[in-house]
């Protein structure tokens, strides 16, 4: 996809979620194989949570391929120069996108990890609130980023790292994750960015 032809379909998608089977990929067999593979851990870490454990999609050495695969077939036309991973199942994603299009990839970690000159963005939680961080020097000033985690919510760390990043001097084209909560499509706070997801969270009783 040329960068004209990107900036019309960002237009089109501000602020939106958007998941693959309703983006080119109805249909595709892998998004159903991604979604078996991510196992469900009923109240953990507490009591109502439906955990979606993408430790054993990382296990099934196909469906993460397909994962990083189905990424790198959307940005590897997209002039994208940064990769950002919001810790720490970002991690686990964003570096072999980032090889897959030719692009460096940049960790976003919790306060104190970082040994060099940083810069820090807050972000609300529930009870409280939590901080990401980025290396000055990282990114400069007009790269084309994009933001991997495995899952969103609220959109809360997400904004944050597009925060980050656009104090930076970076442009934010997207966020994207294995996994989105479809209920929140309306509330998903990303300051206008569009966001790419895979799939939905399993429920419990489909859990292998």
Known sequence: MGKIAWETESKKAFNAKMFAEE???????????????????????????????????LLDHKAFKDTVDIFVDRYRDMHISVVAGIEARGFMFG??????????????RKPRKLPGEVISEKYALEYGTDCLELHVGAVQ?????????????????????????ERAGAEVVECACVIGVPEVKGQCRLIGKPLYVLVEPRQADKCF
């Open 23 to 57: 983006n080119g990929l109805k249909g595709d067999p892998r998004l159903q194989a991604i979604s078996q593979a991510i196992r469900v851990v009923p109240h953990f870490p507490k009591q109502g949570i439906m955990f979606q454990d993408i430790t054993t999609l």
């Open 95 to 108: 570096p072999s996108i980032a090889l897959g299009i030719g692009a460096k990839f940049v960790p976003l």
């Open 141 to 165: 000033p007009g790269e084309r980023a994009i933001v991997i985690d495995d899952l969103v919510a609220t959109g809360g760390t997400l904004s944050a790292g597009i925060k980050l990043l």
